[in-house]
């Protein structure tokens, strides 16, 4: 599947037959903004605001001494892949108090992304036991931030204690080229899953 060039058009293509919802969430300052950001082919919608002091109170400021805003609401942007299949990208933010918002966004959705950072790999637990208890899919991106640990991904996997079938990728969020091949093998997994049988 080939990613549609960027635009600025707020219109689909004709041939688009398709259109999934898809959540893009993982804890505080793990680059789910930049992610949708480098993958919509439309101008993202974000609700960023300026972090204050009163908010450094409340979520973990450790390891992110250079970031300066945090989405409020949610991130959103548009991809279209192969010209008939659109993904509507919904980020969430990533502080525990919004966990009502990330149960809303959950509706409607076919699956969600996980991205995750190795140096705070206990961050990703309340939202992959968010996304396991509304039973949505997905998947989990390890978002290589300069001078992370270089661990295994059969290491990372033992430590989130993920399923066998659940993928588990590495990827770069401000590289167009990692996040769409991330953002393929999500869709590829969830839609292996709608042709599997139910259990009784």
Not at 25 to 48: D, Q, Y
Not at 117 to 132: A, I, K, N, P, Q
Not at 154 to 167: F, G, K, M, Q
């Amino acid at each position: 599947m080939d990613c549609a060039p960027a635009s600025e058009t707020v219109y689909l293509p004709e041939g688009v037959r398709t259109a999934v919802k898809l959540l893009v969430v993982g804890p505080f300052a793990v680059g789910k903004t930049t992610f949708v950001g480098a993958l919509s082919e439309i101008r993202p919608l974000r609700t960023e605001e300026v972090m204050t002091r009163a908010g450094a109170l409340v979520d973990d400021l450790a390891g992110t001494r250079d970031k300066t805003t945090t989405t409020v609401a949610l991130d959103f942007g548009r991809v279209t892949l192969g010209g008939t299949l659109v993904l509507y990208l919904f980020g969430a933010p990533g502080q525990r108090r919004f966990t009502g918002l990330w149960r809303d966004l959950t509706r409607g959705a076919l699956g969600a992304l996980v991205l995750a950072d190795t140096r705070h790999l206990e961050r990703s637990f309340d939202v992959m036991g968010m996304l396991e208890e509304s039973e949505l899919p997905y998947a989990v991106a390890l978002n290589e931030f300069d001078g992370t640990p270089g661990y295994g991904l059969d290491e990372v996997r033992e430590a989130l204690d993920l399923l066998p079938s659940t993928p588990l990728l590495r990827c770069d969020a401000r590289d167009r080229v990692s996040a769409t091949e991330t953002l393929i093998a999500l869709v590829t997994h969830l839609l292996a899953r709608t042709g599997e049988p139910e259990e009784a």
